[in-house]
């Protein structure tokens, strides 16, 4: 009986020492820690924005196959200058181009042959010398009073001359052949240029090609009206291609965006509130806009804002739809896991561990939010309890805490 009791003793002290020592090993494998440092956190939700502008249309040409823009685009011009040139669609201007420069090879050839001198030249010297020996005789008759022989000499001057003129003056082979082809040339001109519009501004602003057609229905100005059945238009021709053969002026650098969010998101965005838009697509630039409007709808999901901003960013004046993240807040302090915080007695906290490896309850207050972690003040925090302010300690930097709060209970030894 007593060998039978000893045993007993015996087994309940192993048993004892196995809750007390090899549990406890279980326990802090099943319950990792976290230790908690300085970090930052973003609030954003992924948008599509519309983009709004003061704009124009001052030509579209549907019947012409080719634009020579005389401008870069997203430059400034003033009114009255000229901005591009449209083609007409026409398979005979590229034969016109051809015999245009044909004749011109012409008649530099021509022209070059006359400064040069022709086979003409000793033909010319002659009646040059004849020349000049009659009208040294036509001054002897005169002199002489020889009239009847005055008459005579004068006769054969005027024939040396044309016969001179029939070589190289207009009446002459080369003569006529320039004519004709300068002729030519100013009738080939006239016709090409009647295959050519050119295109001037009508008010000064910024070049912008292609059109999607909503420039006249939606603007800075009316915007402003935006509901929800005008912003389907506006969501279903935005997806139209630019046709490339428009030209748009944008009137300055102020515009609108239009986005559209779930009301889950809404909270903290009011009219008149500045917030943040990064474009993921050129370095993660970041842009200041501030709210204009809110439009919301008992019976809608979602609500629409409208958003003023007045910083260039590119492709501004190309793009209509933009893919940008709206940064609702950005927050600051010491990062915990969501899973780390529990509510216990409504306090909400985190286990905090001591060097023991002994867990404790610590309240914390939540600055913000995103999927995986929350920012938490640090070191302490002020908050009301029965209608005093007070002072609450809570977690600091390198503090380690329970990774899982829900995993464990106050005063447990994990390690």
């Known amino acids: 009986?007593?060998?039978?009791?000893?045993?007993?003793?015996?087994?309940?002290?192993?048993?004892?020492?196995?809750?007390?020592?090899?549990?406890?090993?279980?326990?802090?494998?099943?319950?990792?820690?976290?230790?908690?440092?300085?970090?930052?956190?973003?609030?954003?939700?992924?948008?599509?924005?519309?983009?709004?502008?003061?704009?124009?249309?001052?030509?579209?040409?549907?019947?012409?196959?080719?634009?020579?823009?005389?401008?870069?685009?997203?430059?400034?011009?003033?009114?009255?200058?000229?901005?591009?040139r449209f083609y007409l669609s026409n398979e005979n201007d590229i034969n016109v181009e051809k015999d245009l420069k044909s004749i011109e090879a012409r008649i530099e050839s021509i022209n070059e042959q006359q400064n040069n001198g022709?086979?003409?030249?000793?033909?010319?010297?002659?009646?040059?010398?004849?020349v000049e020996r009659n009208v040294n005789l036509l001054n002897v008759y005169l002199s002489n009073g020889e009239y009847d022989r005055v008459y005579n000499i004068k006769n054969e001057i005027n024939n040396l001359l044309e016969k001179k003129n029939a070589i190289t003056g207009s009446t002459s082979f080369t003569g006529?052949?320039?004519?004709?082809l300068e002729e030519q040339k100013s009738q080939l001109i006239n016709k090409l240029n009647s295959y050519v519009k050119v295109v001037k501004a009508d008010r000064a602003g910024y070049i912008a090609i292609g059109s999607d057609g909503l420039e006249d229905l939606f603007n800075l100005s009316n915007i402003i009206k935006l509901n929800f059945e005008s912003y389907k238009v506006l969501k279903e021709n935005s997806v139209k291609q630019n046709d490339g053969m428009s030209i748009r002026i944008v009137e300055n650098f102020k515009y609108n965006y239009v986005i559209e969010i779930d009301n889950n998101y809404l909270s903290g965005i009011a009219e008149g509130r500045v917030v943040r838009l990064r474009d993921n697509n050129h370095s993660n630039r970041e842009y200041k806009a501030r709210v204009r409007k809110v439009i919301s709808d008992e019976t809608e999901d979602s609500s629409l804002i409208i958003l003023s901003i007045n910083e260039h960013m590119d492709n501004i004046f190309s793009n209509r739809v933009l893919q940008l993240d709206l940064l609702k807040n950005i927050y600051d302090g010491i990062t915990v896991p969501n899973r780390s915080i529990i509510e216990i007695d409504k306090k909400?906290?985190?286990?905090?561990?001591?060097?023991?490896?002994?867990?404790?309850?610590?309240?914390?207050m939540v600055k913000g939010r995103n999927d995986d972690l929350a920012i938490v003040h640090n070191s302490h925090f002020d908050t009301i309890i029965d209608g005093e302010s007070k002072r609450v300690l809570t977690i600091s930097s390198y503090d380690e805490i329970v990774l899982d709060g829900a995993s464990v209970i106050e005063g447990q030894k994990i390690r």
């Not at 060998?3 to 494998?29: D, M, N, Q």
């Not at 440092?37 to 012409?64: C, F, M, N, T, W």
């Not at 023991?356 to 914390?364: A, E, L, T």
């Open 348 to 364: 909400i906290g985190v286990y905090k561990v001591d060097v023991n490896g002994f867990v404790s309850f610590v309240p914390v």
């Open 176 to 180: 006529i052949n320039l004519n004709e």
């Open 118 to 130: 022709n086979h003409f030249q000793n033909d010319i010297n002659k009646i040059n010398d004849q």
């Open 1 to 84: 009986m007593r060998r039978r009791v000893l045993r007993l003793v015996v087994i309940t002290i192993i048993g004892l020492y196995f809750a007390t020592k090899v549990l406890p090993l279980f326990s802090e494998a099943n319950n990792k820690t976290y230790i908690v440092e300085y970090g930052k956190i973003e609030e954003l939700v992924p948008v599509k924005a519309y983009v709004i502008r003061d704009e124009k249309v001052i030509s579209y040409i549907q019947d012409y196959s080719d634009m020579e823009l005389l401008v870069e685009e997203g430059s400034i011009v003033a009114k009255g200058q000229e901005i591009a």
